[in-house]
Structures are given as C-alpha cells and as structure tokens.
C-alpha cells in the first residue's frame, strides 16, 4: 500500500513551508518515477514537481520553481516535498505519483496516494 501524509500543519500562513511526504509499502522508489500533483478546488490536476527514474532528474511546474523540492529518501523508501515561499494560489489537495517508466510524469502514472490538503491562508 502506499500513503501519503503531512508533515507539519495543513494550513499555513502565506510565505509559510509546509513539507509533504509518502511512504511506500510493497514497492520501492529508488528507480521509480515520482510525481508530486494538485488540485485546486474548481481547477483540473496538474504535476507539479517530478523525478524521473533512477536517474533522479527533477523538474517543476514554472510556479513551484525555486519554491518546491521533491525528494527521494531511498533508505526510508520514502519521497517528499519541501514547500516554502507558500501562496493562497497552492492552497489544493497534494497527492503523489509512482511508476515505473522513466518518463515525465502523468495522469496515468499507476500507483497514487490519498490526497493530503494543503491550505494556504492568514
């Protein structure tokens, strides 16, 4: 089974860090690709934050550039993502992504945890 939780508190002030982590049960994430996705309420999921196979190259969303780092810890079979510098506009439900292909990330990915909301606000 796979699963995803908060670290810390959901709701954060703006400019706030807020770290997400998953933790794998049954598979192994050092070679898989793995996805950070959202979505916001009214809005469509989108990734926004991935690293692609064993290689472990790392690519964000234009608006979580500089602000997000997704990591993998392969000794706990766990993957997080750091968030800080946080907007109203990440307020959304997080979820995280594996496969096994090394290719970008997708909404077809085949392993997805439970969302984790993430709300932003004074």
């Known amino acids: 089974m796979f699963s995803c939780r908060r670290r810390g508190g959901g709701l954060v002030h703006p400019g706030g860090s807020l770290r997400l982590s998953c933790a794998a049960s049954?598979?192994?994430?050092?070679?898989?690709?793995i996805g950070w996705f959202r979505q916001a309420p009214g809005k469509e999921r989108e990734w926004v934050a991935c690293?692609?196979?064993?290689?472990?190259?790392?690519y964000y969303k234009g608006s979580a550039k500089g602000r997000f780092t997704i990591s993998r810890d392969n000794d706990n079979n766990t993957v997080d993502l750091q968030m800080s510098s946080l907007k109203p506009e990440d307020t959304a439900v997080y979820y995280c992504?594996?496969?096994?292909?090394?290719?970008?990330?997708?909404?077809?990915?085949?392993?997805w945890g439970e969302g984790t909301q993430v709300t932003v606000s004074s």
């Open positions: 049954g598979l192994t994430l050092d070679s898989s690709t």
């Open positions: 690293i692609v196979g064993r290689y472990s190259g790392t």
């Open positions: 992504a594996v496969d096994s292909l090394p290719i970008m990330c997708y909404e077809g990915m085949t392993y």
